[in-house]
């Protein structure tokens, strides 16, 4: 029934349209043939192939401006009570390759703008696709948070005993399952932010930072990961032993994020026995960081992948992660108006640097008990 309806409703509006153009038509050749053969009125059938165009699409495009260009010129003959002038002639012929241009050109329009409209729909599919699939991660993972944390805290209380003796044999077991359950923890956190960067962009609560402050305390935190790596940090401040301050406007929290990022993953691609260098250096209008370690060093071709979101390369750096760290450290060095890159060192090894702009030395600058 309803198809029937839409049928004769369509079957409507044709008729309608079809008898504008038609008027048109009628209206326009009423004109030609009332009035003496020099005055052309043919370039007001541009209205109807314009329509035709609108309503009806290519086919009727041609057959309009064939029709209008043949109306055109057989006003020449039709009535045929006038010597035909070679000035009528040649009015009459710009008029009919302007109705031709016209055809044409609108034919083009109309393509050009189903394409556009073609090309909108994909990109509105995709940003609802891409939309979609960071709810979907964000709501994972902030749902996967609260099972990890009671299982972070109750085996937190088996290690404590609170339930019954455990023997030293288990308190080994338990501590790694507990290591295991909070790098997941770590990663789904992460995850959240960069999703949440995506979409929201990064909050920064920007003060005066000490740099070189934020990579000692990043490095403190990781003495343990790298004594289990056997791996060894060091200080390089600006080419020398001598400990100088390194201020940038920035947020404390998110640049240590990327300090430690940074830090875990040259630990992680160093061999034991290596050692990984903390290079701190003050240019004219950055302050630069440089984490250098020996290990593999980075494949070519994965230098432009090497900050993109779950990129994780298939050099000979045998460690592997989540793709994620170098992705969010990236989006906090933007967030601050820096650049971050990575390059190989010689003979072996790699280095991930970034740098910031160097706080105007008229702001004011706390004190390092400040920290």
Not at 48 to 64: D, E, S
Not at 289 to 308: H, M, N, R, S
């Amino acid at each position: 029934m309803l198809s029937r309806q839409s049928k004769l409703l369509f079957q409507k509006s044709f008729l309608v349209k079809a008898s504008v153009i038609f008027g048109l038509f009628i209206a326009v050749l009423s004109m030609e043939l009332a009035t003496p053969t020099e005055y052309v009125f043919g370039y007001l059938y541009t209205g109807a192939i314009l329509l035709a165009n609108y309503w009806f699409g290519r086919i009727a495009t041609l057959v309009t401006t064939l029709i209008a260009v043949f109306l055109t010129i057989l006003n020449l003959w039709v009535p045929g009570d006038e010597v035909i002038k070679f000035s009528t002639v040649a009015s009459r012929t710009i008029a009919s390759m302007s109705l031709i241009v016209t055809g044409i050109l609108s034919d083009r329009l109309r393509r050009s703008q189903e394409a556009i409209a073609l090309t909108r729909a994909k990109l509105e599919s995709q940003a609802d696709l891409v939309r979609l699939r960071e709810d979907f991660a964000s709501t994972l993972t902030h749902d996967l948070k609260t099972p990890l944390l009671g299982a972070i805290e109750t085996l937190k209380a088996f290690q404590q005993e609170k339930f019954g003796a455990v023997s030293s044999a288990q308190q080994p077991v338990l501590a790694t399952i507990i290591r295991s359950h909070q790098t997941s923890l770590q990663l789904l956190e992460t995850l959240l932010d960069i999703y949440r960067n995506d979409t929201e962009g990064l909050r920064l609560n920007l003060i005066p930072v000490d740099l070189t402050i934020l990579a000692e305390e990043a490095a403190s935190t990781l003495i343990d990961l790298a004594a289990s790596r056997r791996v060894h940090i060091s200080f390089n401040y600006d080419n020398s032993d001598w400990r100088r301050s390194l201020w940038v406007k920035g947020d404390p929290l998110q640049l240590q994020r990327v300090l430690y990022n940074l830090l875990v993953n040259a630990i992680n691609h160093s061999r034991r026995g290596d050692r990984v260098e903390v290079v701190l250096e003050t240019q004219t209008a950055y302050q630069v960081v440089k984490i250098v370690d020996t290990g593999a060093g980075i494949q070519p071709e994965e230098f432009p992948y090497l900050f993109e979101r779950f990129y994780q390369g298939h050099s000979q750096r045998h460690a592997k992660g989540s793709g994620l760290g170098l992705y969010l450290s990236r989006q906090i060095i933007a967030a601050h108006n820096g650049i971050i890159w990575a390059e190989n060192r010689v003979p072996t090894g790699a280095m991930f640097a970034f740098k910031l702009p160097v706080l105007p030395f008229h702001s004011s600058l706390p004190t390092s008990d400040g920290f």
